[in-house]
């Protein structure tokens, strides 16, 4: 405790020092991790959770920190909001519409995350092609985007658009980020002047924690960066042949009768699916069974004729011997 008062007096010292002199203690005074409630973001924590434990030169580094400023302004920052898109679309041509969701996304200044071509089947059994694409693109151009991909499009089924405010969490990354920088700058300053083996060890172990810290909360901001500036659209093409009515000579079904319709081409193909089972399974399952059932039977009635044959024997021998 004794080798680390001096460093402490040293940093109180140079915090008197700069008050006097009308200076600020930090070029960009920060607060340790509060976020004021009006931003919406989290509870000011204490320092001492925010320390490992048993690190003094740390802990006077960031109450020397945490007594120079605030954190970062809500007012300061724009409203941060994370946009994405969802649709399925109904077309004739699934691949060649595929290509031009890709080129156009390349052209609004975004990319093809991902793009997957593949067969499906209508109700009738034919196959037919579907896809999948998610595309990123500049969220100002989000609604341009939607409108070009559904520009001639046979069908739109389902169209989703999400946005999810990270405002209060970009603020309060913003802060800590800050904090932590504040805390490197000032153990850097006690680092110069620390002449102890075990003072040096120390808060370089310091250092070496904020500055992991920094670059995870530096991580953090980035993808909500990137995030809200490019919106994510997932695009599900369906062939226009999945979605073709059941059409009678020129007559088209529709409401009731389509359902109707429909009802019974599903009952004869389910009766046609349990005739098929039946004859191939059902029916040889029972054969093999029914023989040794009737085979017993025979074997069984056979018996009983035998012996009511002799039975009846017996009797008309005992009615000639009473004559």
Not at 145 to 169: F, H, M, P, R, Y
């Amino acid at each position: 405790m004794k080798k680390i008062l001096p460093f402490s007096f040293i940093v109180i010292a140079a915090l008197i020092l700069a008050a006097c002199g009308g200076a600020p203690a930090q070029e960009a005074p920060v607060e340790f991790y509060s976020v004021s409630p009006e931003m919406g973001g989290a509870p000011a924590v204490s320092q001492d959770a925010m320390l490992p434990p048993g690190e003094p030169a740390a802990r006077s580094a960031e109450q020397a920190v945490a007594n120079t400023g605030s954190g970062v302004s809500a007012a300061a920052v724009e409203r941060i909001v994370i946009k994405n898109a969802d649709l399925a679309i109904v077309v004739a041509d699934v691949e060649g519409r595929m290509k031009v969701i890709q080129q156009m996304a390349e052209k609004m200044g975004g990319f093809v995350v991902s793009s997957n071509l593949y067969q499906s089947y209508t109700s009738n059994y034919v196959e037919v092609p579907e896809a999948q694409i998610v595309i990123r693109v500049p969220s100002e151009k989000l609604e341009e985007t939607l409108d070009q991909i559904k520009k001639d499009a046979v069908e739109v089924q389902t169209e989703n658009i999400s946005g999810q405010d990270v405002t209060a969490e970009y603020v309060d990354l913003q802060s800590r980020l800050k904090n932590y920088e504040a805390a490197e700058a000032q153990l850097n300053e006690i680092l110069e002047k620390a002449t102890d083996t075990t003072d040096v060890v120390n808060i370089f172990n310091q250092l070496v924690y904020y500055r992991e810290q920094i670059e995870l909360v530096k991580g953090q901001i980035k993808y909500y960066d990137e995030a809200a500036a490019l919106s994510a659209i997932s695009v599900r093409i369906v062939a226009e042949e999945t979605i073709q009515p059941v059409v009678i000579g020129k007559w088209e079904p529709k409401g009731v009768a389509l359902e109707a319709v429909q009802d019974l081409i599903d009952f004869l193909k389910d009766f046609t699916d349990f005739l098929i089972r039946f004859v191939i399974y059902t029916l040889p399952v029972l054969i093999v069974i029914a023989i040794p059932l009737y085979l017993a039977f025979l074997g069984v009635r056979a018996v009983f004729r035998r012996m009511r044959g002799k039975k009846v024997k017996k009797e008309e021998v005992k009615e000639e011997e009473k004559k």
